[in-house]
Every structure is written in C-alpha cells, then in structure tokens.
C-alpha cells in the first residue's frame, strides 16, 4: 500500500501516476475551484452526453419523429441494458434499462415473492437505503391482504387467511458501518423467501460478499436481490459468475446518466422464465404490435418492462456509458481504492483532532468508492462547507458527511483541497453560525 502524506506535492505526485488522468477532460468542469465530492448521489456531466441530448432532441425526436422508434428507440432498452451487463458481470439478454429503482425493486421483489408463496421472511438490514425498505413494507401490504391475492395461488382457498409476511433487518455490530454477518447466517432459514441488501451500503460504504451470502441464500431455497445503486461503476461485480438471481441499479450516480436516468434490472437466465411481472404492461408483452386483448409474457426479461421508456434520458445516458466502459471496472477500482485509502488517512491525520471519526470499513477490500466521516455537528459543517467553502459532499443523517470518489473525474488534488477546506472550517469554527434546524435536501 502507498504510504502517505499530507503534503500538496504529495497530492500532485499522485495525479502524475494516474493511469486515468486525462479522463477528466471528457467531463464539463465549469468551475475548477469546486471540489466536486457527491458523485455517488450524481455523476458529473460527460461532455458528450451534452452534445448528444442535443442531437437525440433536434434530429431524433425533431425531425425523425415516430420514425424513431424503427430506428433503435424500441430496443433501447435491452441495447442499453447488455451494455450496463457488461460492468456488471451480466452476459447479455439479462439486464434490461427500465423505470427507476424503487420501481424495479417493486417488480423483482414481487415477483421473486410470489414464486414461492409459502415462505412468509424477507430479509434486508436496517441501514439499507430508505426507499428500498419502504417498497419491501408496501409489497408486504398489498400481499398481506385479507382477501387471496392476484399474485398468489398456491395453498389459498378462498377466506383462508394469509399468513403475514415478516421483514427481518439485520442490524449492524457498529453503528451502521458493517453488518452482523453471523446474524445474517442465523436469519437465513427455509421458511425464507427473499434476501434483499445493497451490495454497496450507501451511508458507509460497506460492501457484502455477493459470492458468499448468494451462496447462503441458495442452501436453504430463498432468493437474492442486490441493489446495485452505490456499487455499479464503483466496483467490478460479478453476477453471473456469483451465481446471481436478480439485481437493480441505477444509472446517475457513478455511471453519470444524469438526473433522473431510467434504471436497470437484472434478471439470471436461470429463472426468467420462471417469474412474472406484477406489472403487466403491453411493453412487457410477448407481441406488443399484435395489439392482442390478452396479456401474454414476453421471453425473458423483457417480461419486466412495463410501458414507455424515457427515451431523451435514456439515450443521454447510454452516451455517458462511454468513458466507464471504456476504463473498464479494473482500472476504475484501482484509482478508487487509493483515494478512498488516502481520504482515510486525511481524515485521521487532519481531522480526528476536531472529534471527526472514520464511518466506513478500514479495509479498502470492504469498501466501496465512498466514504462517510462522522461528527456531531456534520449538517452544520457540510452547510459551511457547500455554502463558504465551494466543496460539495452531502449529509446523511444521523452525524455522516458523505465523501464520493470517482475514479474518472476526481482528482488526488481536488481530494487534499476538499479535506483542507474540512480543516479549516473546524479551526475557524465557521459551521457555528449555522442552525441546526435542516434544509429538505440535504
Ligand atoms: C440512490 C439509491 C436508490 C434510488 O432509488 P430511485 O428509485 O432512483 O430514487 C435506491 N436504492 C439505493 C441503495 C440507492 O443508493
């Protein structure tokens, strides 16, 4: 491992050894002085995306019109998708580009629930991201209602109660950083019907091993989804070879798709034919153009798409797929795992003096491209330091100040310039003038 230090040469020596350097220059930089540190919440803008939103809007949607859809909108979604399965271990014709998370997670979810509809636990952990626990809790409503269900058959006369879904959240050994694996282990039983976590957690960073927990999932017959959201781009992932069954994603954090960019899904091979959508919609139709009165699944995955997909979005987005998949994950992971080794080691020689503690896995192996560094007055410090300082994190409560670190645009001096800001806000004490009351969006 590279030793450190807290030298600005240091910094610039380290710029001059990167191998991805010059990647900087395919993003819009607009102002140098900002030190950018929220690329795992939005991805800076690829300068191509620019030009080619413009193209897909005068000329695409402009002049070729409906036309459009015979000129490569229609598969869009599936093109799009086999190239994302490419950062993602995925061989193509699993993944699909469609939605959002929260809604692919509704549709995976509850078609991997359905399948085996006698096993009532759910298993997630209690510092997965908030949306993805409160769409287990609204999937869990719909199928506990009295009355059988449209999605279940098996084993439900009619009047017969069901028996309720239980959502088991592993909590953590250390205040949200990592999880308790061997609680895990333990909830893991044959009465469970899905397994649900975040590959990479988004408040700390943490990443579980998909290999061993898919593989633990399987011994007793339950199912695994992965949100990908924080780990995509971030770190190489392997889901075929995992052995994966489902995963969603999306695409505006460090694939830089832009706000709101459609998301992914992942279905294996293995069980495509096997599930059905909740979602019946004429895109996921085996004949959409047959316009027939009954909804027939289409093979595969495509069964996951509902209606309409986004295309100025989504078209922008496949654009700014460009510079990752031409990096490629190896050499992405590399860059970040010494940025995130040298954040710690800032944060530990600059900033643990101030009270700030390290809120992610020392181990870089466990650690995806973010880290969060705690402190009790974090809402006031990242106010003082997005509003005095031009450095750009953001705040996760209870006390985490977030830091994102994209390989293809985040530079080691951006990083030293941003923790020397951090500095100087604690020496000057200038977060003190802040309420502790929050803005809507933190
Ligand atoms: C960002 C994120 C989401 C976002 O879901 P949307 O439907 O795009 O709002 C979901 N899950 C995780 C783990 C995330 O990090």
Redesign the pocket.
């Known amino acids: 491992m590279t030793t450190f230090n807290t030298s600005l040469d240091f910094a610039h020596q380290l710029d001059s050894q990167d191998p991805l350097a010059t990647y900087r220059d395919l993003f819009l930089i607009t102002d140098p002085d900002i030190i950018y540190l929220d690329g795992n919440?939005l991805g800076r803008m690829p300068k191509a995306a620019a030009g080619r939103a413009k193209q897909i809007v005068n000329q695409e949607w402009g002049a070729d019109l409906i036309r459009g859809w015979n000129k490569g909108w229609w598969e869009a979604p599936t093109r799009v998708g086999d190239k994302i399965g490419a950062l993602i271990g995925a061989a193509p014709g699993q993944t699909l580009v469609s939605d959002?998370?929260?809604?692919n997670?509704f549709k995976l979810a509850t078609a991997a629930l359905t399948l085996q509809p006698n096993r009532k636990r759910i298993i997630t952990d209690t510092f997965?991201?908030p949306?993805?626990l409160y769409i287990l809790q609204g999937i869990k409503n719909l199928l506990d209602a009295e009355s059988p269900s449209p999605f279940q058959g098996e084993g439900r006369g009619e009047g017969q109660r069901n028996t309720p879904y239980e959502i088991l959240r592993i909590s953590s050994l250390d205040n949200d950083i990592t999880p308790d694996l061997a609680a895990l282990e333990t909830a893991i039983n044959e009465d469970t019907t899905l397994v649900t976590l975040?590959h990479v957690v988004?408040k700390s960073g943490y990443i579980y091993d998909m290999r061993r927990i898919t593989d633990l999932a399987h011994s007793k017959g339950a199912i695994v989804l992965w949100?990908l959201?924080?780990a995509v781009g971030a770190i190489p992932i392997a889901l075929d070879d995992c052995n994966a069954d489902l995963a969603i994603g999306?695409t505006?954090?460090y694939l830089n798709g832009g706000p709101g960019s459609p998301?992914f899904l992942y279905v294996n091979k293995k069980i495509q034919e096997k599930l059905s959508s909740p979602i019946w919609g004429w895109w996921g139709q085996n004949k959409p153009f047959d316009f027939g009165l009954d909804y027939e699944p289409a093979a595969g995955a495509s069964r996951f798409l509902a209606g309409t997909q986004p295309m100025l979005s989504l078209l922008t987005m496949e654009t700014a797929l460009e510079p990752t998949l031409q990096a490629g994950m190896d050499s992405i992971r590399a860059k970040s795992i010494v940025m995130t080794n040298y954040a710690s080691f800032l944060t530990n020689a600059w900033l643990s003096p101030f009270g700030f503690s390290l809120g992610s896995p020392r181990d870089s192996a466990l650690r995806g491209s973010h880290i969060s560094i705690r402190h009790p007055d974090g809402y006031r410090i990242n106010r003082a330091l997005i509003e005095e300082m031009n450095v750009i994190p953001d705040f996760r409560a209870p006390d985490n100040l977030r830091l994102g670190f994209s390989s293809l645009y985040t530079s080691f001096n951006e990083i030293w310039q941003g923790f020397d800001r951090i500095k100087r806000v604690m020496e000057e004490k200038r977060y003190e003038k802040y309420p502790k009351q929050m803005l809507t969006v933190t």
């Open positions: 919440s959002t998370t929260s809604i997670l997965n991201f949306s993805d975040s988004f949100d959201c924080h999306c505006y954090k998301a």
